[in-house]
Protein backbone atom coordinates (compact mmCIF):
# COMPACT_ATOMS: atom_id res chain seq x y z
CA UNK A 1 0.00 0.00 0.00
CA UNK A 2 2.36 2.08 0.62
CA UNK A 3 4.36 1.75 -2.77
CA UNK A 4 1.23 2.48 -4.55
CA UNK A 5 0.83 5.51 -2.56
CA UNK A 6 4.55 6.71 -3.09
CA UNK A 7 4.01 5.73 -6.66
CA UNK A 8 1.04 8.03 -6.89
CA UNK A 9 2.66 10.93 -4.71
CA UNK A 10 5.09 10.94 -7.72
CA UNK A 11 3.41 10.97 -10.66
CA UNK A 12 1.25 13.78 -8.96
CA UNK A 13 4.56 15.27 -8.95
CA UNK A 14 5.69 14.75 -12.44
CA UNK A 15 2.16 15.74 -14.23
CA UNK A 16 2.18 19.22 -11.89
CA UNK A 17 6.09 19.99 -12.28
CA UNK A 18 7.36 18.51 -15.27
CA UNK A 19 6.04 21.18 -17.51
CA UNK A 20 7.55 23.76 -15.40
CA UNK A 21 10.63 22.31 -15.96
CA UNK A 22 10.38 21.85 -19.27
CA UNK A 23 9.72 26.05 -19.36
CA UNK A 24 12.67 26.61 -17.15
CA UNK A 25 15.22 24.25 -18.99
CA UNK A 26 14.05 25.96 -22.50
CA UNK A 27 14.43 29.72 -20.81
CA UNK A 28 18.04 28.95 -21.14
CA UNK A 29 18.29 27.77 -24.73
CA UNK A 30 20.27 29.38 -26.66
CA UNK A 31 18.35 28.85 -30.07
CA UNK A 32 14.89 30.34 -30.93
CA UNK A 33 13.47 27.07 -30.83
CA UNK A 34 10.99 25.83 -29.03
CA UNK A 35 11.52 22.01 -28.69
CA UNK A 36 15.13 21.67 -29.69
CA UNK A 37 17.94 22.61 -26.79
CA UNK A 38 20.62 23.94 -28.78
CA UNK A 39 22.91 24.74 -25.56
CA UNK A 40 22.85 27.17 -22.34
CA UNK A 41 22.45 30.33 -22.50
CA UNK A 42 21.00 33.96 -20.45
CA UNK A 43 20.18 35.68 -23.73
CA UNK A 44 16.61 35.57 -23.45
CA UNK A 45 16.73 36.64 -20.00
CA UNK A 46 19.23 39.91 -21.20
CA UNK A 47 16.33 41.02 -24.00
CA UNK A 48 13.82 41.08 -21.14
CA UNK A 49 15.68 43.24 -19.21
CA UNK A 50 16.30 45.41 -22.65
CA UNK A 51 12.39 45.32 -23.24
CA UNK A 52 10.82 48.28 -22.19
CA UNK A 53 7.16 47.18 -22.60
CA UNK A 54 8.42 44.40 -20.01
CA UNK A 55 10.00 47.06 -17.98
CA UNK A 56 6.55 48.52 -17.47
CA UNK A 57 4.86 45.44 -17.59
CA UNK A 58 6.62 44.42 -14.36
CA UNK A 59 6.20 47.71 -12.63
CA UNK A 60 2.54 47.84 -13.21
CA UNK A 61 2.55 44.36 -11.79
CA UNK A 62 4.70 44.89 -8.85
CA UNK A 63 2.82 48.53 -7.72
CA UNK A 64 -0.69 46.49 -8.22
CA UNK A 65 0.26 43.88 -6.05
CA UNK A 66 2.00 46.22 -3.41
CA UNK A 67 -1.06 48.15 -3.10
CA UNK A 68 -3.69 45.69 -3.36
CA UNK A 69 -2.17 43.60 -1.11
CA UNK A 70 -1.38 46.33 1.77
CA UNK A 71 -4.84 47.66 1.35
CA UNK A 72 -6.24 44.08 1.33
CA UNK A 73 -4.41 43.34 4.82
CA UNK A 74 -5.40 46.45 6.42
CA UNK A 75 -9.00 46.10 5.51
CA UNK A 76 -9.08 42.31 6.36
CA UNK A 77 -7.51 42.22 9.50
CA UNK A 78 -10.22 44.87 10.50
CA UNK A 79 -13.23 43.23 9.33
CA UNK A 80 -11.57 39.71 10.76
CA UNK A 81 -12.06 41.59 14.17
CA UNK A 82 -15.26 42.90 13.44
CA UNK A 83 -16.25 39.17 12.65
CA UNK A 84 -14.70 37.92 15.77
CA UNK A 85 -16.41 40.07 17.97
CA UNK A 86 -19.80 39.66 16.65
CA UNK A 87 -22.23 37.90 19.48
CA UNK A 88 -24.99 36.87 17.37
CA UNK A 89 -23.80 33.00 15.82
CA UNK A 90 -26.15 33.71 12.70
CA UNK A 91 -25.19 36.74 11.66
CA UNK A 92 -20.94 35.86 11.74
CA UNK A 93 -22.00 32.58 9.71
CA UNK A 94 -24.06 34.64 7.57
CA UNK A 95 -21.01 37.47 6.46
CA UNK A 96 -18.00 33.71 6.58
CA UNK A 97 -20.27 32.39 3.91
CA UNK A 98 -20.51 35.73 1.74
CA UNK A 99 -17.06 36.33 2.23
CA UNK A 100 -16.23 33.19 0.81
CA UNK A 101 -18.14 33.22 -2.20
CA UNK A 102 -15.12 34.97 -4.36
CA UNK A 103 -12.86 32.21 -3.18
CA UNK A 104 -15.21 29.78 -4.69
CA UNK A 105 -16.58 31.41 -7.19
CA UNK A 106 -14.36 30.58 -10.43
CA UNK A 107 -12.42 33.75 -11.81
CA UNK A 108 -13.61 34.36 -15.23
CA UNK A 109 -17.42 34.64 -13.18
CA UNK A 110 -15.79 37.29 -10.87
CA UNK A 111 -13.89 38.99 -13.99
CA UNK A 112 -17.04 39.65 -15.43
CA UNK A 113 -19.02 40.72 -13.18
CA UNK A 114 -16.99 42.98 -11.47
CA UNK A 115 -16.05 44.10 -15.49
CA UNK A 116 -19.91 44.38 -15.91
CA UNK A 117 -20.18 46.69 -12.58
CA UNK A 118 -17.67 48.74 -13.25
CA UNK A 119 -18.78 49.55 -16.59
CA UNK A 120 -22.36 50.40 -15.52
CA UNK A 121 -20.76 52.67 -12.80
CA UNK A 122 -18.76 54.38 -16.00
CA UNK A 123 -22.06 54.80 -17.75
CA UNK A 124 -23.40 56.80 -14.19
CA UNK A 125 -20.44 59.08 -14.05
CA UNK A 126 -20.14 59.85 -17.92
CA UNK A 127 -17.32 57.97 -18.61
CA UNK A 128 -16.53 56.25 -21.52
CA UNK A 129 -13.20 54.58 -20.57
CA UNK A 130 -13.88 53.11 -17.04
CA UNK A 131 -11.33 50.66 -17.09
CA UNK A 132 -7.86 51.17 -15.31
CA UNK A 133 -5.56 50.93 -12.77
CA UNK A 134 -8.42 51.92 -10.37
CA UNK A 135 -10.53 49.27 -11.57
CA UNK A 136 -8.22 46.51 -11.73
CA UNK A 137 -6.84 47.94 -7.77
CA UNK A 138 -10.59 47.38 -6.46
CA UNK A 139 -10.43 44.05 -8.28
CA UNK A 140 -7.68 42.57 -6.91
CA UNK A 141 -8.67 43.98 -3.07
CA UNK A 142 -11.76 42.06 -3.71
CA UNK A 143 -10.35 38.58 -4.37
CA UNK A 144 -7.49 39.11 -1.83
CA UNK A 145 -9.88 39.77 1.35
CA UNK A 146 -11.24 36.61 1.50
CA UNK A 147 -7.84 35.22 1.97
CA UNK A 148 -6.80 37.73 4.30
CA UNK A 149 -9.83 37.45 6.47
CA UNK A 150 -9.13 33.49 7.09
CA UNK A 151 -5.05 34.21 7.92
CA UNK A 152 -6.18 36.28 10.62
CA UNK A 153 -9.60 34.75 11.96
CA UNK A 154 -7.62 31.50 13.18
CA UNK A 155 -5.28 33.29 15.14
CA UNK A 156 -7.84 35.76 17.04
CA UNK A 157 -9.50 32.44 18.06
CA UNK A 158 -6.69 31.46 19.84
CA UNK A 159 -5.61 35.23 21.46
CA UNK A 160 -7.36 35.69 25.30
CA UNK A 161 -9.84 38.04 25.22
CA UNK A 162 -9.13 38.62 28.76
CA UNK A 163 -5.76 40.33 28.49
CA UNK A 164 -7.58 42.88 26.12
CA UNK A 165 -10.12 43.53 29.29
CA UNK A 166 -7.24 43.83 31.39
CA UNK A 167 -5.53 46.20 29.83
CA UNK A 168 -8.46 48.30 29.39
CA UNK A 169 -8.76 48.28 32.76
CA UNK A 170 -5.44 49.51 33.47
CA UNK A 171 -6.01 52.16 31.26
CA UNK A 172 -5.48 51.97 27.68
CA UNK A 173 -7.70 52.95 24.89
CA UNK A 174 -9.24 50.28 22.68
CA UNK A 175 -6.87 51.43 20.24
CA UNK A 176 -3.58 50.49 22.64
CA UNK A 177 -5.12 47.23 23.89
CA UNK A 178 -5.63 46.36 20.09
CA UNK A 179 -1.89 47.13 18.88
CA UNK A 180 0.13 46.46 21.94
CA UNK A 181 -1.71 43.38 23.31
CA UNK A 182 -3.89 41.82 20.30
CA UNK A 183 -2.17 42.64 17.56
CA UNK A 184 1.33 40.77 18.65
CA UNK A 185 -0.86 37.56 19.33
CA UNK A 186 -2.12 37.45 15.24
CA UNK A 187 0.72 39.22 13.62
CA UNK A 188 1.72 35.72 12.08
CA UNK A 189 -1.92 35.78 10.59
CA UNK A 190 -1.31 39.24 9.16
CA UNK A 191 2.14 38.37 7.56
CA UNK A 192 0.57 35.65 6.45
CA UNK A 193 -2.60 37.23 4.62
CA UNK A 194 0.00 40.20 3.77
CA UNK A 195 2.39 37.48 1.76
CA UNK A 196 -0.95 35.32 -0.17
CA UNK A 197 -2.42 38.45 -1.15
CA UNK A 198 0.62 39.63 -2.92
CA UNK A 199 1.07 35.83 -4.20
CA UNK A 200 -2.50 36.55 -5.49
CA UNK A 201 -2.29 39.64 -6.93
CA UNK A 202 1.16 38.91 -8.72
CA UNK A 203 0.44 36.08 -11.07
CA UNK A 204 -3.79 36.75 -11.53
CA UNK A 205 -4.68 36.99 -14.96
CA UNK A 206 -8.46 35.71 -15.63
CA UNK A 207 -10.00 38.63 -13.29
CA UNK A 208 -6.82 41.34 -14.09
CA UNK A 209 -7.52 40.94 -18.09
CA UNK A 210 -11.47 41.83 -17.37
CA UNK A 211 -10.79 44.59 -15.17
CA UNK A 212 -8.10 46.62 -17.22
CA UNK A 213 -7.89 49.22 -19.49
CA UNK A 214 -6.18 49.43 -23.06
CA UNK A 215 -3.16 51.59 -20.99
CA UNK A 216 -2.34 49.08 -18.06
CA UNK A 217 -0.75 45.80 -18.83
CA UNK A 218 0.67 43.56 -16.13
CA UNK A 219 2.97 40.66 -16.40
CA UNK A 220 0.66 37.36 -17.26
CA UNK A 221 -1.63 40.15 -19.15
CA UNK A 222 1.39 40.94 -21.75
CA UNK A 223 2.50 36.91 -22.00
CA UNK A 224 -0.98 36.36 -23.08
CA UNK A 225 -0.79 38.91 -25.62
CA UNK A 226 3.14 37.63 -26.73
CA UNK A 227 1.42 34.27 -27.01
CA UNK A 228 -1.21 35.82 -29.57
CA UNK A 229 1.70 36.29 -32.34
CA UNK A 230 4.62 32.85 -31.71
CA UNK A 231 5.71 31.26 -28.37
CA UNK A 232 9.74 32.07 -28.24
CA UNK A 233 12.20 31.77 -25.29
CA UNK A 234 11.43 34.93 -24.25
CA UNK A 235 8.24 34.31 -22.89
CA UNK A 236 9.21 31.22 -21.12
CA UNK A 237 11.99 32.91 -19.31
CA UNK A 238 9.39 35.97 -18.46
CA UNK A 239 7.34 32.80 -17.13
CA UNK A 240 10.19 31.18 -15.20
CA UNK A 241 10.76 34.65 -13.29
CA UNK A 242 7.49 34.70 -12.47
CA UNK A 243 7.17 31.12 -11.17
CA UNK A 244 10.58 31.81 -9.33
CA UNK A 245 8.96 34.91 -7.70
CA UNK A 246 5.72 33.25 -6.16
CA UNK A 247 8.02 29.93 -5.15
CA UNK A 248 10.03 32.08 -3.35
CA UNK A 249 6.45 34.29 -1.35
CA UNK A 250 4.98 30.94 -1.10
CA UNK A 251 8.09 29.09 0.69
CA UNK A 252 8.27 32.35 3.07
CA UNK A 253 4.51 31.89 3.99
CA UNK A 254 5.47 28.12 5.10
CA UNK A 255 8.47 29.38 6.73
CA UNK A 256 6.35 31.56 8.79
CA UNK A 257 3.72 29.21 9.71
CA UNK A 258 5.81 26.62 10.55
CA UNK A 259 7.45 29.50 12.85
CA UNK A 260 4.05 30.46 14.25
CA UNK A 261 2.94 26.93 15.18
CA UNK A 262 6.58 26.11 17.23
CA UNK A 263 5.99 29.51 19.09
CA UNK A 264 2.68 28.23 19.35
CA UNK A 265 3.86 24.58 20.95
CA UNK A 266 6.68 25.95 22.95
CA UNK A 267 3.51 28.22 24.84
CA UNK A 268 1.99 25.12 25.47
CA UNK A 269 4.49 23.53 27.18
Known amino acids: MKTLSRIYTALIMVFLYAPMAVMI ?9 TSVFGGFSTQWYGELLNDSSTIEALKNTLILA ?17 IFQMKRKFVRTAIMTTTNIPMMNPD ?16 LVGSDDALGFGTMLIAHITFNLPYVILSVLPKLKQTDPHLSEAARDLGCTPLQSFFKVVFPSIAPGVFTGLLMAFTLSLDDFVISYFTTGPDFQTLPIK ?13 YALSTLIFLSVLLLLILINVAQSRSDKKKEAAKV
Open 25 to 33: VFSFNSSRS
Open 66 to 82: VLSSVIATVLGTLSAVG
Open 108 to 123: IVTGISLMLLFVFVGK
Open 223 to 235: IFSMTKRRVTPDM
